[in-house]
């Protein structure tokens, strides 16, 4: 009786709910936007949203045909162009080729882990943060936040992809390479800075929001006081 008893409670340990057994680092956009809906709503209509798309046959034909592309061409599963069109590529939770549709959907694009980092890290401290702030009135320290591995430094996170060419600014620049090179279209001489502080309509992420003040102390982007000069109120 003992043993079968046994048996019965493994079975039942074993059979844990995905939802419930779920140690996937990236959560993909639905996840971030449940409470971040406005900067969201900004993020969809970016060129960053629509970034997979662009891999798809006939799609920004001409800009292909100058960087020496097939315009004709299938590149969404191309592994050597997917990692700066997805979130995740080939990390845990991450984007995979040819991963369920329905579970894809969600890392399409260059998502808000694609600069913050995997989700799955970090977003239950802002749960509690923010809940502590409401409640108690006090701020948590920022350095949580990179401890448990969400991303401050996002002009190295741009680099990543617009600059990672041969030749570019950036020191560790290794293949795959982008072929949209300055030398291709003046366009693609990457500006960090010029991107990040572009008008709503022009700004390649999204419309910039005034921070709340749940976190504080370091480390502070030395790009976010002008950011938040011009950023708009959040509606409550």
Request: hydrophobic share 35%.
């Amino acid at each position: 009786m003992k043993s079968s008893l046994f048996v019965l409670a493994l079975a039942a340990a074993l059979a844990v709910p995905p939802a419930v057994a779920d140690t996937s680092e990236y959560k993909g956009f639905r996840v971030c936007t449940k409470c971040h809906d406005a900067q969201g709503d900004a993020w969809k209509g970016t060129a960053h949203a629509k970034a997979f798309e662009s891999l798809k046959p006939n799609v920004k034909a001409e800009a292909k045909t100058r960087a020496k592309l097939d315009p004709a061409a299938d590149y969404s599963a191309n592994k050597d162009c997917v990692g700066c069109h997805t979130t995740g590529y080939g990390e845990t939770g991450g984007y995979r080729i040819g991963m369920d549709p329905d579970e894809a959907r969600v890392l399409l694009g260059v998502g808000c882990e694609a600069c913050h980092g995997p989700g799955g890290r970090y977003r239950n401290l802002h749960g509690e943060a923010s809940d502590r702030l409401k409640s108690t009135g006090d701020t948590t320290s920022r350095r949580n936040l990179v401890d448990a591995g969400q991303n401050f430094d996002y002009e190295r996170a741009c680099a990543r992809c617009h600059l990672n060419y041969p030749g570019s600014p950036l020191a560790n620049a290794a293949p795959p390479h982008t072929p949209f090179t300055p030398a291709v279209d003046g366009r693609y001489r990457h500006d960090f800075r010029k991107a990040v502080l572009a008008g709503d309509k022009g700004n390649p992420v999204h419309a910039h929001f005034k921070l709340r003040g749940v976190f504080k102390g370091d480390p502070v982007p030395p790009i976010r006081a002008e950011v938040q000069a011009g950023a708009r109120e959040l509606e409550e």
